[in-house]
């Protein structure tokens, strides 16, 4: 249970200052996890929590932040300096952006807490790990939260509610614990109508722009019954793989990123029922030319740590072409 290997930890280490981390681009689970994370360790350690979020959090988890009115607890000091490091929702420290070197360097002094199945340096280096499948990190920190008898404000049951919300497409996948969970936190004084208005999204004119640019910018092609589209933008990769599925294409691909290359992937639902998943396209592009892919049956993303020139993203579409019409063709 993740609730004795927090406790294992305050006892073995002491730690007076904790680091807890996050993926990059931070999500509402991401943001969530982090948060009740940084109570939980409060409470148990009796010692300084911080939270980072490496290359900040998403448009969406800045809006539910201001929402509930929720301050981050970062510090800006050396990150190098701290007694004990949690890593949340991630399995890789490639994403991690620039807290990646912090981290490799104190393997010996680190908690892993994340849902994916996908294996990563860091599960398999950290000290301490608790990786279980479930639709959400939040779902395994609200779970050790619930046996730990801590009560978390009404603030913080709303965001843990729209991390589970987030992650699960709300509710359209669940767990018998996930559910439990998010009654936990409607318990404690979450607001579930809150917590799901907080994801309706509000774009601002910078992800407008990259919308509608993704689709200016989209190829499609079509690989026997199924169509592909694939488009290029420098921001909002996420959001533009989203518009393009609801635009009917059954998968889409879109590559973004400058000092590292990013992919966003989309599958539409009527493939995840013939088992063509984005989860496993992405790993094995990974395992074609290294980098990290991973994430879920219908989304899911992949990082090159290489600066994003107009070769390398040919040659990795062409890879992610070939492996789709693998996939594909095996139907």
Same mark, same amino acid.
Request: proline letters at 2%.
């Given at each position: 249970?993740?609730?004795? =290997?927090?406790?294992?930890?305050?006892?073995?280490?002491?730690?007076?200052?904790?680091?807890? =981390?996050?993926?990059?681009?931070?999500?509402?689970?991401?943001?969530?996890?982090?948060?009740?994370?940084?109570?939980?360790?409060?409470?148990?350690?009796?010692?300084?929590?911080?939270?980072?979020?490496?290359?900040?959090?998403?448009?969406?988890?800045?809006?539910?932040?201001?929402?509930?009115?929720?301050?981050?607890?970062?510090?800006?000091?050396?990150?190098?300096?701290?007694?004990?490091?949690?890593?949340? *929702?991630?399995?890789?420290?490639?994403?991690?952006?620039?807290?990646?070197?912090?981290?490799?360097?104190?393997?010996?002094?680190?908690?892993? =807490? *994340?849902?994916?199945?996908?294996?990563?340096?860091?599960?398999?280096? #950290?000290?301490?790990?608790?990786?279980?499948?479930?639709?959400?990190?939040?779902?395994?920190?609200?779970?050790?939260?619930?046996?730990?008898?801590?009560?978390?404000?009404? /603030?913080?049951?709303?965001?843990?509610?729209?991390?589970?919300?987030?992650?699960?497409?709300?509710? #359209?996948?669940?767990?018998?614990?996930?559910?439990?969970?998010?009654?936990?936190?409607?318990?404690?004084?979450?607001?579930?109508?809150?917590?799901?208005?907080?994801?309706?999204?509000?774009? *601002?004119?910078?992800?407008?722009?990259?919308?509608?640019?993704?689709?200016?910018? #989209?190829?499609?092609?079509?690989?026997?019954?199924?169509?592909?589209?694939?488009?290029?933008?420098?921001?909002?990769?996420?959001?533009?793989?989203?518009?393009?599925?609801?635009?009917?294409? *059954?998968?889409?691909?879109?590559?973004?990123?400058?000092?590292?290359?990013?992919?966003?992937?989309?599958?539409?639902?009527?493939?995840?029922? /013939?088992?063509?998943?984005?989860?496993?396209?992405?790993?094995?592009?990974?395992?074609?030319?290294?980098?990290?892919?991973?994430?879920?049956?219908?989304?899911?993303?992949?990082?090159?740590?290489?600066?994003?020139?107009?070769?390398?993203?040919?040659?990795?579409?062409?890879?992610?072409?070939?492996?789709?019409?693998?996939?594909?063709?095996?139907?």
């Amino acid at each position: 249970m993740l609730e004795k =290997i927090i406790k294992k930890i305050c006892k073995q280490y002491y730690p007076r200052s904790i680091l807890v =981390i996050s993926h990059v681009n931070a999500d509402p689970d991401a943001l969530a996890s982090s948060f009740l994370s940084v109570l939980i360790f409060d409470k148990i350690c009796n010692c300084r929590t911080y939270q980072v979020f490496p290359e900040g959090i998403s448009s969406l988890s800045k809006r539910i932040l201001e929402r509930l009115s929720l301050k981050t607890k970062e510090n800006k000091e050396d990150y190098s300096y701290y007694d004990f490091y949690v890593v949340v *929702d991630a399995v890789n420290s490639i994403q991690l952006g620039d807290l990646s070197r912090v981290v490799k360097e104190n393997f010996d002094r680190l908690l892993l =807490i *994340d849902h994916h199945s996908t294996k990563g340096d860091l599960l398999e280096n #950290a000290s301490y790990s608790y990786v279980k499948n479930e639709v959400a990190t939040t779902v395994l920190i609200g779970d050790a939260l619930m046996r730990l008898n801590i009560t978390p404000s009404r /603030e913080l049951c709303t965001l843990a509610l729209a991390g589970i919300l987030f992650d699960s497409k709300k509710f #359209a996948i669940a767990t018998p614990t996930a559910l439990k969970v998010a009654s936990f936190f409607l318990e404690k004084g979450g607001n579930y109508s809150l917590a799901q208005k907080l994801l309706e999204e509000k774009r *601002d004119i910078s992800e407008k722009i990259a919308r509608l640019k993704g689709i200016q910018r #989209a190829h499609i092609i079509r690989i026997g019954k199924y169509i592909v589209a694939i488009t290029e933008v420098s921001a909002y990769e996420a959001s533009v793989a989203r518009l393009l599925i609801s635009a009917g294409a *059954d998968i889409a691909i879109v590559v973004g990123g400058k000092k590292s290359l990013r992919i966003s992937m989309r599958v539409a639902p009527s493939l995840i029922e /013939e088992n063509v998943t984005a989860e496993r396209i992405m790993k094995k592009l990974a395992l074609k030319i290294g980098g990290y892919g991973g994430g879920h049956a219908a989304a899911a993303g992949f990082n090159l740590p290489e600066e994003s020139s107009t070769r390398l993203r040919q040659k990795v579409v062409k890879e992610i072409l070939n492996i789709l019409s693998l996939e594909l063709f095996r139907q």
